[in-house]
């Protein structure tokens, strides 16, 4: 059965929905009978878009929003949850195995938990969450990051490539500081590769309106 709020008939009522076995709209607690249109057109059953978010495309402005909502999502999971640092790390936002997991996980809670979601969507989340787990305890052993300490994730160089730097463990100090100067850094860097996209864009279209104007003459 479907659950609405309505603000002044106590926190949660049963809206009007219709009779399966008569096809006729049973009233709800008021009396008042709705056709069962009204009630599918209904915004606040309406099931939320969620929008997956892809870190690889994201502008400056649009990323450092996301670092900061996720980051917020991921301070309250692991604190409901009680979830040691084998599985969520104090420096998860370095690692992007751990970035892409949690992001997510954070994208499915919200559609489990958002207007419109069906009543077994929470259940769903913890049977994924359970999953995302295993393979979070895997990617943190194999990263190397722990509670007070945090190293790069190791890379393997095929053949062919230059060999990778591996670089020593450093002490964790303070996370959130640690956290909010990576954002800055991710966004300076974001904002880096936009104005040299612009520029690369702005040289190709003067030469192809020099080669227009050449072959004009």
Known sequence: MTMTSETGSGPWRHATEPDT????????????REPARAIRQQPDLQPARIQVVNW?????????????????????LRRDY????NIIPPLWHRHWELVW????????????????????????FQRYFAESRTRLRDWVATCGTKLDTDRPTRQTA??????????AERPIVDRQADFEAFVAADVAQRRARTAADAL???????????DAADGAS
């Open 101 to 124: 997991e949690l992001s997510a996980l954070h994208a499915f809670w919200l559609n489990a938990y958002g207007p419109g979601a069906q009543a077994t969507s929470p259940l769903m």
């Open 21 to 32: 076995e008569t096809n006729q709209v049973r009233p709800n607690h008021d009396g008042r």
């Open 56 to 76: 690889i495309d994201l502008t400056p402005d649009a990323a450092r929003a996301h670092w900061q909502r996720l980051d917020r999502w991921v301070t309250q």
């Open 158 to 167: 095929w053949p062919g490539e230059d060999p990778h730097l591996t670089a």
């Open 200 to 210: 690369t864009l702005l040289i190709h279209r003067g030469g192809f309106a020099a």
């Open 82 to 85: 009680g979830l040691p640092p």
